[in-house]
């Protein structure tokens, strides 16, 4: 499994891409989308909605269970990915390019962002 070295991510197994005119496009990990299984349904905050760090902002349900979906930063939404809404296996088959969830436009960023390394030595264990 290859993480982007150009995106930072989570502990909380989401991915956060560098901010283009401030905002910034968020999904979930290969490693968090494996472990999920199938993904059947997806729940996203909805445009406008202002989304903090660390806190639940939807849920991802799968084959196997449902998960949380937490926020990397804080900030407002400024688009949802319809695409995954209308077919949640792209959060399966490319969690990192086609299956990415929302945007935001980020007021605040945790300083504990991972970089890919980082990432890929805490999924290590």
Known sequence: MSNPQQLRYSKEH????????GVSTVGITEHASNALGDVVFVQL?????TVTAGETCGEL??????SD?????????????????NDPS?????PFE???????RVTEEPADLLSADEYDAHIAG
């Open 14 to 21: 989401e991915w956060l891409s560098d901010a283009e005119d």
């Open 45 to 49: 905050p909805e445009v406008g909605d």
């Open 61 to 66: 349900e799968s084959t196997k269970s449902v």
């Open 69 to 85: 979906l937490y926020s990397p930063v804080t900030g407002e939404v400024t688009e949802i990915n319809e695409d995954v809404v």
């Open 90 to 94: 792209l959060v399966n088959s490319a």
């Open 98 to 104: 086609g299956g990415w969830l929302f945007k935001v």
